[in-house]
């Protein structure tokens, strides 16, 4: 099992940014892909993003154009940049890796909150 490790979120204004980092304890080329999720206060949880080892990338509608998701192999980190944000972006953000047996791993979350 591959621990997952989040930072970066925090209080900021609508419109402003924040960079979410998702570090491995291992080489996160074990996964064949990772992914952003997000789950608001009283919602289920949401895919944000993924990103595959061919760096392929998908976004939800919602974030498309505000948000880019990348990895950094070599620091065995994946960001997610986060842009023009808005009062519903506010959630806690979940970063996850799914290795090829199907086995996925999970981080523990961290809080983003958008609000003036």
């Known amino acids: 099992q591959v621990q997952l490790v989040e930072s970066g979120g925090g209080l900021v204004q609508p419109g402003g940014s924040l960079r979410l980092s998702c570090t491995a304890s291992?080489?996160?080329?074990?996964?064949?892909?990772m992914h952003w999720y997000r789950q608001a206060p009283g919602k289920e949880r949401e895919l944000v993003a993924i990103?595959?080892?061919?760096?392929?990338?998908y976004y939800a509608d919602s974030v498309k154009g505000r948000f880019t998701i990348s990895r950094d192999n070599v620091k065995n980190t994946m960001y997610l940049q986060m842009n023009s944000l808005k009062p519903e972006d506010t959630a806690v953000y979940y970063c996850?890796?799914?290795?090829?047996?199907?086995?996925?791993?999970w981080g523990q979350g961290t809080q983003v909150t958008v609000s003036s």
């Open positions: 291992s080489h996160i080329l074990v996964f064949n892909a």
């Open positions: 996850s890796g799914l290795s090829g047996n199907g086995n996925k791993d």
């Open positions: 990103i595959t080892n061919s760096r392929n990338t």
